[in-house]
Structures are given as structure tokens and as C-alpha cells.
């Protein structure tokens, strides 16, 4: 069963993408991965919708980041098309004018406006995109659109071992709605305002502001908290759709219901986003970096980030060992407030650390419990309110092989 964060108002569902009305998904092979595994990706609505969507900071954008930019300025969309495979990435105008024509083509198959359509690659950066096998692919991909989001998730993966998706179901205002999602990401992850690849659709009747507020709600705490390697890639999006399918008066940004959209929002972003975390390239181990104490919630996620980045932080879980040490550096150089007599470190919930010095602790508990596919690390540097959590992965032999081999 996923995770979700806790809330009695929020029942974790089957299904992804397509698990709020009005949705249906699709995913097909396209000719586009040499092993001929599906790598063509489409969900789409019943018509034009409320729409939001954010993108990487990266200065270096692949062309469908480029497009889709311009394509949500109107905060509407039907569809959004994602490929793997292919980044799309420095190709140049070509690039644009491929993102476009598949826009194009799809919005012509569905009968929605080209603007409609979002555009979504991933895969190797600087390859010109096989857009006649693309666009050859469009209305099988139409054809297979069904209520099962299953392949869809799997559509979109590169060196992703596990499809992600997740759904959850809840009840305000008089009426229950359906928050779905699906991602990808396992590599070149350390986004900055969305992940590598993610899709969040609901039913409910979101105004167009709504919509882009619940997912910059939702993505500061989730999507956002999640690294791998500390990279940005240059095609990460993230795009919320709102059906309205389940019916109810529209949800403003004023409406108090969409306080409990916006948790049903982050409960299933912060399941994809730690599912990426625990799928990270070579990784065994998903961890949980807690920072409490600090000066304000900024010094924190800097403390908590420059933990969960650190490949000496990172390979010591690996090898199962508290060497907290390792901790105490990655503090220092975080450019966070800090009083090194002051702050404490525990490993998977044994103290480790005191006031900034070592304190007795059995060296063999601490392996067995660091030996846990799911570790949390924490810190308290004792110097005010501030707090976050950021979830990363351990550094791995197989992740050297893994990025050594990526082009072979």
C-alpha cells in the first residue's frame, strides 16, 4: 500500500492518473526506446479544463518545457502527451517545432485546441527527436485511452525500476472527490519547482487560480523535498488538471474546501515524491532527512538539503554506518545558522550526538537498524522554530555503473 500523509479525511484508492472522474490515460510503444518498451504516454479529459503547471529553473529548458510554458499561460488544457526516450533538450528550434507539431497532431486527433496540449519528454539530452515515429503513434495512443492508468505509468519510465502512481479519495463540502497522479524520476533529480515528470488529475471543481494554488502548495513540500543527486533536469514539469467531473460549486482560492484539496493534493505528491526518492538510480535505501530547531524554515530545508546531498552522508548509509561525523560537516557547510555547541544528531532513532560533541551508543544496534530499506536521519540544532524534511536515497556502487552506462 503507498504512503500517505496522515489524515482521517483522506482513503488511499487503487488506480493513478486516471482515477478521478473525467480522466482517461493511455500508454503504447512508439518505436522510440531501442528495446521497443512502451514509450508513448497520454492522459487526457473529457473536454478543456482548469489547468496549472510548473516547471524547472534549469536555464538550459528542453523544447516541451519551452512549449508548454506558452501552451498553460491561458491556465486551461485537455491532454498532456509525454514521451521517454528522448529528452528533446538542446535541439534547437527543430526542438520546438517538434514539441509543437506533436501538440498539434494530438490536439487534431482529440479535437481540442493545439494550445490545449501539454508536452512532456524525457530521456538523453541532445538527440533530434524520431518525430515522424512520434506523430505516426498519436492515434493509437487516442485509441487506447481507458480508465486504467497502468500503462501510462509505465510509459513514461527511463531508468526508473518501478512505475509511480497513486490515487486518494475524500470527502468536503458535501461531496467526495478523487486526487490521482503519476511520476517519474530517478536520475537528475533535484527539482526546483517541479519533479522529473509528474501528472496530478481531480475531479473536483477547481477555479483555474485554485488549481495553480493547490499545486504550488503542494510541490514546495513535496516534489521540491526530494533529491537524488543534487541535479536539476532540464525537462522537469508537473501539471494539475481539474475535471470538475464530480460535480459541486466552484472552488476558489477564498473557499474553505480547498484546504482539504490541497491535502489530498500533497499527500499524493508526497507519495510519488518518495517513491522517486526510494526508486533513486542504484539505491537500497530510502532516506528521511528531519531538521528541527533551526533559526527558520529556510535555514532548515538549506540543513536538511545539504544532508541529504552529501555523497559522504549518503555512502555511509549505504555502508550502514552512523558516522555522524558526516552529519555534523554537512551543517557546517550549509550556510545555515548553526552554534556547534548546540545541535544534536540521531540515526534511524538512536542519539549519536549531543550538544555538537559524541555521546556512547552501541555501534551494533546502529548497523542493525541502519540496515532498513527506510532510514531517517535527524538533526536538532536548538536555535528556534524552523523545520523540514527532505527525502533522498543512499550512493551506491550501482549508481556509478548505472550513469556510466546510460549512453552505452
Known sequence: MAHFSDSPTLTPIEGGVSAPAGFSASGISAGLKPSGALDLALVAAEAACPAAAVFTTNKVAAAPVIVSRRHIADMTARAVVINSGNANACAGAQGERDAENTAAVLADALGCAATDVIVCSTGVIGVPLPTDRLLAAVPEAVASLSPDGDAAARAIMTTDTVAKQAAVEFTCGGSTYRVGGMAKGSGMIQPNMATMLAVLTTDAPLTAEACDAALRAAVNVTFNRV????????????????????????????????????????????????MIARDGEGATKLITVNVRGAANDTDAELAAFAIANSPLVKTAIFGRDANWGRVAMALGKSGCELDQTRFDITFAGIPVCSAGQAIAFDEEAAFRALSSDDVTLEADLHLGGGEATVWTCDLTYDYVRINGEYRS
Open 227 to 274: 533529491t537524488v543527486d543534487s541535479d536539476t533536469s532540464t525537462n522537469d514539469t508537473c501539471v494539475l488538471l481539474a475535471s470538475g467531473a464530480a460535480g459541486g460549486e466552484p472552488i476558489a482560492p477564498n473557499d474553505a474546501r480547498l484546504i482539504d484539496v490541497i491535502a489530498a493534493v500533497k499527500a499524493v505528491a508526497e507519495t510519488l515524491a518518495r
